[in-house]
């Protein structure tokens, strides 16, 4: 995040975790955001890429399906 002490972190699996960096070597873990499901049923949609906004409280994520999801970066909610 730009102007925060906060990663985003993808899995290989599709996910994406927020994580905030503590003291020392240790991370905390503050929240998991979920994609919404792709409208087929028969798709399945994995993320991208990732772009905080300046001010570091939403982050979007590019879909593979060309969609894009917005996400509260404290709650973790999709918003958009």
Known sequence: CPNKDV???????????????????TWQSLVQLTVPP????????HVTSLCWRP??????CGLSDGYLSIFD?????CIF
């Open 7 to 25: 990663c985003a972190l993808l899995s290989r699996a599709g996910s994406v975790w927020l994580q905030r960096a503590g003291s020392g070597d």
């Open 55 to 60: 001010d570091g409280a939403c982050i979007a």
């Open 73 to 77: 970066a404290e709650e973790g909610a």
């Open 38 to 45: 792709a409208a087929a049923a028969t798709e399945q949609r």
